[in-house]
């Protein structure tokens, strides 16, 4: 089937103060030596890739003391110019939510305070017109009320329940922005996930509503192979992820490798380092 590339526009930040100093999730090893500069041109890679692929991407400015600022993803949840705001789960990332919903205000977005605990487009992924929304680790069921009302879209939770995959888009990715189209054919595959990342409920649940999604190995996913980002035809991913690479090929996708090794030291990946502002 033909792919079509969508326009996207992406908020992102460069990782200045990048470092590992505290273990939030089971990636992170302070003992670990961080290479900042080595982080700053492998995202660099990324942010450069987006460009020269036609998307916009706007720069939201590294705060000293917050290394874990570049995954922007956790930074908020964005549809049709309404900023839901970021309430982090653990201490030491709960001083991003000012700055992000600082951004948000500035630049022009209808933008709501969290009341409940969620880490933004880490947990929460559009699909269609539905919001499959994680919880286990990091954001709260309550935060998926609170996402229905705000929204008024259909929230579908989901529970994560192996600790190295803690934010929903380290076990699934969204590859096609439309659902519906052509829907039901082994071809359409909307979205890509690892099924052993979820409790059995939720497998269920996915199964049913995405007979035609990508299963990928515990391999590709144990090596943060979902935390990619799609734009309906090119879908980055890490090099590492071999079989997922195939699997894409095989459904019509064009796979693009960026290798943000540095980044994975941070428990993050590509999707991790880029939130969508759906305006
Ligand atoms: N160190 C960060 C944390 O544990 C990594 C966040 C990764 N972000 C994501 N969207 N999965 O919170």
């Not at 995954?71 to 949840?77: E, H, K, W």
């Not at 487009?121 to 309550?142: H, K, N, P, Q, Y």
């Not at 035809?233 to 095989?250: C, D, T, W």
């Amino acid at each position: 089937m033909t792919r079509t590339a969508h326009h996207r526009r992406y908020l992102m930040c460069r990782p200045e103060h990048f470092t590992v100093s505290y273990t939030i999730n089971p990636w992170m090893e302070p003992a670990n030596p961080t290479d900042t500069a080595k982080a700053v041109s492998q995202w660099q890679v990324l942010h450069d890739l987006y460009l020269e692929l036609g998307h916009e991407v706007e720069l939201i400015d590294p705060v000293e003391g917050l290394p874990d600022m570049v995954y922007t993803a956790n930074g908020g949840f964005l549809i049709d110019g309404v900023a839901y705001g970021p309430k982090f789960r653990f201490r030491e990332r709960q001083g991003e939510s000012g700055p992000f919903i600082d951004w948000f205000r500035t630049h022009g977005f209808d933008t709501r305070e969290p009341v409940e605990v969620n880490e933004g487009e880490g947990d929460f992924l559009l699909v269609g017109d539905t919001i499959l929304a994680g919880t286990g680790f990091r954001s709260t069921d309550d935060s998926h009320r609170e996402l229905r009302e705000i929204f008024g879209r259909e929230v579908v939770s989901l529970t994560l329940t192996d600790p190295r995959f803690y934010h929903l888009d380290t076990a699934i990715a969204v590859l096609d922005p439309v659902e519906g189209v052509e829907k039901g054919g082994p071809a359409h595959a909307t979205i890509a996930y690892l099924p052993s990342a979820f409790d059995d409920a939720s497998q269920r649940i996915l199964a049913e509503r995405y007979p035609d999604a990508i299963h990928v190995s515990d391999e590709d996913g144990a090596v943060f192979g979902l935390n990619s980002s799609s734009d309906g035809y090119n879908v980055i991913i890490s090099p590492r992820a071999k079989g997922f690479e195939r699997q894409l090929r095989e459904r019509g996708y064009h796979p693009i490798t960026v290798d943000l090794s540095e980044l994975l030291l941070g428990g993050g990946g590509i999707k991790c380092c880029t939130l969508e502002l759906r305006s």
